[in-house]
Structure formats: C-alpha cells, structure tokens
C-alpha cells in the first residue's frame, strides 16, 4: 500500500509554486508502445508494455518529478516520487533525473528536498537499475561537500536504495505519520520480523529519522528547516561570529574568585548541592529563553537516541544556530553520537553552535559500555575540536569529568553561577583515594570545583549573570 499522494500532491503538500524540469508531457502525448523500444537495458520481456501501462496510469514519463520550487519564500530543488509509476522504482531514466536535480541543487547552492516513496531499484533493469544508487550517492557526497542542506520527506512506502540513499543519506529526515520505512521491503522480510520497526514511528523510536509530522504541518515544518539550515534572515552559511552563551536564569548573582559576593557558592560542596538541586533551571528552560524558535534533531542513526541529549537547530538574534544540550542525565552512547551528528553537519553548513552542560558524567554500565560508550564519546570530542565554525559551552549544572567535558568548547565555554566542573564527582573522588564518604564535601574544596575556582584557573572564561546583570557576560 501507499500514502495515494501522487508526486505532484506531495509537492504541493510543501511549495508554493513549482516549475518542473524537464517540462511534464505535453497534453495529448502518448506512451512509449512496446514496439518502439528493447525492453530497456537487459532486454526483460515485456519491460516496454510495462512502462506504457505506468505511464498511462500515472501520467508521468518517470518515477520521478524534480524542478525548481519555492517554500516558504525560499528557493528550493525538489524531487518527488511517482508510486504509481512502478512503484517509483529506481531506473536508469530515473537516476538520469537525480543526478540532473543534485547537480542543479549543487550549482545554484539550493538546499534540495526530497519527497519519497519507492519500492526500491527496478529489476527489469537488473544491475543497471541498481548501479543508479552509486550516482545517487555520488551526487548526494558532491552536494555534502559544497555546504548545501538535503532534506527528505519520507513516505508511504519508503524502503530498498531510495531509503539507503535519499533518505537517510538526508541531512534531515522527516516521516508522514504510519509510514513503512525500511531497507527491506514487506516482500522479503523474516517471517518473524517485528513490523513495527519497519514503521515511520519505530524508526523515529529508533534514532533514524529527526521527527513524524503530520501532513497539515508539513509545509510549515519544512519551510522552518529550510530557514534554519540555510541561516535564516543572516543568509546561506549563518555567520562566523560566535553564538553569546545565554543569560544564566537562576537569580543567583556571579560570584567572584573569593567567593564573597552574596549568594556565591562558598564551598565547593555547596556548588555541588546547588547544582544537584532539583529547583534549578534546566537545559530545556535555557533553550526556550534562548531561541525564538527551534527543531529537533533526534536520534544518532545507529539505532539509539537519548532523551537526555537535546540537539537541533534554532534561531537567535534573526541567525541560525546549532545546540546540543546535555539535560541532567548522565548522557547514553547514542547521545555523544547525535551531538557529534549535529556539530558536523552544523560546521558543514557554516552555523555556530551553542553546547550546553549538564551531566553527572558518561553512562557507564555495562550497556553503555556494550554500546560503544568510550568510541562514542572520541567521537563528539573529536567533533567538537574539528568543528571550523566557532563553538560555545555554557556549564548549566552538573560538570561531571569527561562526560561532560566532551561538549566544552576550548576557550570558550562559560558557567553559571549554580554550575560546578570537576575531574570526577567529589563522592567518586574520595572513594577512589580511599576516604571516608564523609570526606565528600572536604574533597570537593580541594578539586575546585566552583565556577569562581574555575575561571581562576582559567577553565572558564567567566561567570554569566541572569539577564541584565551586569558585569561577566560577554
């Protein structure tokens, strides 16, 4: 079964107006008969008879429509299936198509949207049909590399090399609701399989896809992404001034390298308890005073996500800027891997970004460890050292060693007033040099774990004061 949107329903679903290219058929033009042609490049009988029957059905040359649109106001290159026409199976007249609309995407710098819905390559094509996924591929990489965003819109049915490459090769991966996602399709999968995996929510559940979104949302969810990715009112790119770390919210004002201003932390162990305490704003909080609007990015395309790890894409000051933020959980495998997604992508298309800390420390049982937890965080440290595009850390919460450390941008990451940074959890620190679990509090004066400590040391740039309050933020 599919969604019954036809090719040109789903673009209008999103765009405003469209200009096809090529042209669509004239009106009265008539389908290839089975004498004009071979039956395609290996010869299957009755290939010919086959692809008349789709066209008269479909109305399309193709499984595939592609042109210029506009969503939003913005200038996109959109391709969108034809279901009905062989099941918007892939063939080398459709890989013809692709490769013309990324190579039109790539040198008019337009962010490319793609609306699928295919079974898969064509068999009556053989290895021909599916050779198209090398230069869907191909095309994909060359458009990655010149910073030009790609957003899917998946559909219903979505499975086979379509998926493997247009759409979760996507930058971006959106899913209408119930729709059937999977590289095998429902003809060739194990007797047993669980077919909710096989659903757009199971692979949202799964860390594949960024969000479902119902169909009366499509537009305006796609028009946002599109301003998003493209840096919104400051233009293709964003800019290369750094994101300002946020206000702190909690009404705390900073506290000074003594420790003597009112409301100061004045022992590292009461900086631990004011960062442990259940009152103090969260990571979800920040963002919402941060940006005037935001979208996630979910899931670490590995098969995991974690709830504790809040990565996207925002607006700021009328500029674009990429967050991943740590929510007070002690962060999965799966979430070093979608903040180490989203650093990239965002360096890849010119956007800063905003990294928020708050982690007792990295998961360490012995799931996390199965699921690659030390591979997982090298990859978001990595990231974050890589990254061209400038990065900024505010400490919100809890800094716990390594696992939050990962997220810090070097030389630019802030704290706030409610915040502590250590090497190790004070508890965790004091059993390891083999003190008493009273020795907590005393251990935490000796790591210097206040933010006060830490811009003695130089770890921190400064203290960030609640909004209008003076001196500390930048």
């Known amino acids: 079964m599919s969604d019954g949107l036809t090719a040109r329903e789903a673009i209008a679903l999103i765009a405003e107006d469209f200009e096809e290219t090529p042209p669509a058929p004239a009106a009265g033009a008539r389908p290839p008969r089975a004498a004009d042609r071979v039956d395609g490049p290996i010869g299957w009988d009755g290939y010919d008879a086959s692809r008349a029957r789709a066209w008269s059905r479909s109305g399309e040359e193709e499984s595939v429509v592609w042109g210029a649109a506009r969503i939003g106001g913005r200038r996109a290159v959109v391709v969108s299936f034809e279901f009905r026409f062989m099941g918007g199976s892939l063939g080398e007249r459709t890989g013809d198509r692709l490769a013309a609309a990324y190579g039109y995407a790539r040198t008019g710098r337009l962010p490319l949207v793609s609306l699928i819905a295919t079974g898969g ?30 957003l899917a819109v998946v559909r219903d049915p979505t499975t086979g090399g379509g998926w493997a490459t247009l759409g979760a090769g996507a930058d971006v991966v959106l899913a209408l609701p119930g729709a059937q996602i999977g590289f095998a399709g429902s003809r060739v999968r194990p007797p047993d399989a669980d077919p909710s995996a096989y659903t757009a929510e199971g692979q949202l559940a799964a860390g594949q896809i960024d969000a479902v979104v119902e169909p009366e949302e499509l537009r305006d969810t796609v028009s946002l992404w599109l301003a998003l990715l493209t840096g919104g009112a400051a233009g293709a790119g964003g800019t290369a001034d750094p994101a300002p770390p946020p206000h702190a919210l909690a009404p705390a004002p900073p506290p000074h390298a003594l420790g003597s201003t009112p409301g100061a932390a004045p022992t590292g162990w009461d900086a631990v308890l004011r960062a442990r305490s259940a009152a103090r704003p969260r990571a979800g909080a920040y963002l919402d005073a941060y940006f005037d609007e935001r979208l996630p990015v979910h899931g670490d395309r590995c098969g995991g996500a974690d709830p504790g790890m809040l990565c996207g894409f925002g607006v700021h000051d009328r500029r674009s800027v990429a967050y991943a933020a740590q929510a007070g959980t002690a962060t999965r495998p799966a979430g070093y891997r979608t903040a180490a997604r989203l650093v990239r992508l965002a360096d890849r298309l010119g956007i800063p970004v905003l990294t928020l800390v708050d982690t007792p420390g990295a998961a360490n049982d012995a799931e996390a460890e199965r699921d690659g937890a030390g591979a ?26 390594g696992g939050a450390l990962a997220l810090a941008a070097p030389g630019n990451t802030w704290a706030t007033p409610d915040s502590y940074f250590s090497v190790i959890a004070p508890e965790l620190a004091a059993a390891i040099l083999k003190r008493a679990p009273s020795d907590a509090a005393a251990t935490a004066d000796q790591l ?13 740039r400064g203290v960030v004061p609640p909004a209008g309050g003076g001196a500390g933020h930048p």
Do not use: C, N, W, Y
């Open 376 to 401: 997982a965080i090298a990859e978001a440290f990595a990231a974050v050292a890589q990254a061209r595009v400038p990065v900024t850390t505010l400490v919100i919460g809890e800094g716990g060693s």
């Open 121 to 150: 390559s064509r068999m009556q094509e053989g290895m021909v049909a599916l050779s198209q996924l090398h230069r869907v591929a191909g095309a994909s990489a060359l458009l990655r590399a010149a910073g030009v965003p790609q």
């Open 448 to 460: 210097r774990v206040r933010p006060q400590d830490l811009v003695e040391l130089g770890v921190v």
